[in-house]
């Protein structure tokens, strides 16, 4: 099969070095990719939310397949506009989307179909939001509802600035992604992210994995797309999996076709492990990045496999995917400065000594090639460093080893905690 994969991260990354593995996967294309990604695929200039150039792309080249990474594309519908074209897709249409692209939506379909989650309320008045917010205790929760780059959630501790926040929410901080917002209660526990995959009337399992969001250590400092991930994660066992898709995800699934959009795709559950069992905190429509790089180390079984029988509707007809039980870690090395302000350009080398480490595979994020050819830094996350190895303590000590005695990059920096929770 001629397959395209859209995306340019770390998790694109991860999935063109599983998906070039797959007898199913003649020719593999990525646009629009990254200096990693190129070593595994073709890669072609075209952006992942450029949505006509990406048509035209299809058209042109006679894909056979496409499998979409990030959101955006997805909630700008190109899974609906391929499907018009007659293009197998692994994704879901933008109105599955949702799932992802409005919190509101999402609160609405756990009400409606039992789902544990936060109990909440939706506002699009400023006056009616202060007023619920006065009805809560700190911290207060407030969500934009719409897509915010992982940024358009605020754990206000005051009410003072908890109506300062939703000032600002209502006054364009996220354009229109907060012209409507979510308030919910706070929930206690660890988090996780588990991931299923649906073909819109069955899902299965994948595995769990943590993230590490904040951008120090300590789980201090602000808010990141996620600073490093580790797989298995402890607190979430089988008997945390049968609940979860029990009482979550296939829930979620049923109420998704029976309501007229039934989702096709990966099922990311943003999840808090309160002292009641797991709640849904958000869902994503996509994989999530970081975590998809060590659910990718640990996946034994064809992915191309799974996402074929995803889009034809025959996951039932699936054998279970198999996975390896090495622990496997993520360390993300992001540029100086990220989650804000940061340069681009400084030279990274060292990537090929790393690789040649002994479980270490290092996947790209944020890299291009300068004009000597030298590989550099192009955005805020840049590399991933995964180690995998007979203990969590051993993978994690391989990664960092990896970072100090083979990358050298002095303008990036990496949490030097990832998978502290597991490690206590
Ligand atoms: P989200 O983008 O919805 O995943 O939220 C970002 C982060 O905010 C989550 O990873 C949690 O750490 C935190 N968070 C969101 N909702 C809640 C909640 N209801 N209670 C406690 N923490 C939350
Ligand atoms: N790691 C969180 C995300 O991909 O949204």
Redesign the pocket.
Known sequence: MKVLLIGSGG?EHALAWKLAQSELVTELVCAPGNVGIAEVADIVPVAADDIIGLLALVQRDNYDFVVVGP?QPLALGLVDALQELGIKVFGPTEAAAQLESSKAFTKELCRRYNIPTAAYSVFTDLKEAKAYLKTMTPPYVLKADGLAA?KGVVLPETLKEAEKELEEFFSGKFGDASTKVVIEEFMEGQEA?FFAISDGKTAIPLIAAQ?H?RAYDGDKGPNT??MG?YSPAPIFDQKAMEIVMDKIITPTVYGMAKDGHPFVGVL?A?LMMTKDGPKLIEY?A???????QVLMRRLQSDLMEIFIAAEGKKLNKLKAPAWFDEPTVNVVLAANGYPGAYKKGSVIKGIDEANEMDGVVVFHAGTKLDDKGAICAAGGRVLNITAQASSLEKAVSKAYKAIDESIVWPEGFCRRDIAHLALK
Do not use: H, I, Q, V
Request: with cysteine.
């Open positions: 998790r959101e992982g992210s993230d969001k797309g996620g991930a990311f943003g994503n996509r994989f999530g990045d970081p975590e998809c």
